[in-house]
């Protein structure tokens, strides 16, 4: 069965990074987009970017642009997003999922709650 | 691109129907027949409930369903049941391979 099992909570300093990962298994991993979406504390979920495994390419929200990166391992089919300069507005849970085509997003990862704390 | 908008809650008692409604551009909604809802429980991830406007996932009940006119996509909920107690979030693709979110609606069975 389609699994994405995402990496545990994370507590950063501001300024720090945070590279989260998700690991997939039951299906074949290039054949899919993998997106990122956050939810912060009691809020709505926000797009962040998509990567193609097959490829690498990547396309991301402008906000996040200079801070988020992308990247996928084909040998062990686990996606990364690594995301910089965090300040406490990063607080948030961050979910991967997947998609055949741009959307929809089918499978949904169990969430990484990432705190940004001094 | 800016999220696309919802009410912020809707209710209904067991049994009735309640419709959800996800208003956004011609660059996202009205442009494209890829809107999705999704079905998020407290604590939980999403979970896929319509696709492309109108389609059911394997597994999902058939008293969901999805419609679209113009900018304009609506959730509809049939014979609700407590357990469809849960926030919902509509999603469309947009301009130039974006996807794009609503602000979400929490439905209450009362």
Redesign the interface.
Known sequence: QVQLVQSGADVKKPGASVKASCKTSGYTFTSYYMHWVRQAPGQGLEWMGIINPSDGSTRYVQKFQGRLTMTRDTSTSIVYMELSSLRSEDTAVYYCARSLTTTPLDYWGQGTLVTVSS | QS?LTQPPSASGSPGQSVTISCTGTSSDVGGYD?V?W?Q?HPGK????MI??VSKR?SGVPDRFSGSKSGNTASLTVSGLQAEDEADY?C???ADN????????TKLTVL
């Open positions: 999220a890829f999705s999704y998020q991830a999403p979970k896929l696709s492309e996932p979030y999603s469309s693709y391979n974006n996807v794009v979110f609503g602000g979400g």
